[in-house]
């Protein structure tokens, strides 16, 4: 997949987020296979990107 295309579809995942935060775990997923897919590329993750991952984990292990 290309970058333009991988930076759309997590474009689209953030927007899915601020829509439905109920769908939070799957989005999470969504965006952990996009962030996979750029290290496989061996392209740089952008921070930001790697810090909501992180909190998404973080906030997800307080639901459960």
Not at 37 to 42: D, H
């Amino acid at each position: 997949m290309s970058f333009e295309n991988l930076k759309a579809g997590i474009a689209l995942l953030i927007e899915q987020m601020t829509d439905n935060p109920e769908d939070a775990h799957e989005i999470q997923e969504s965006l952990r296979e996009k962030l996979a897919e750029m290290r496989g590329l061996g392209l740089p993750l952008p921070q930001d990107l790697v810090d909501l991952e992180r909190h998404l984990q973080q906030d997800l292990s307080k639901k459960t």
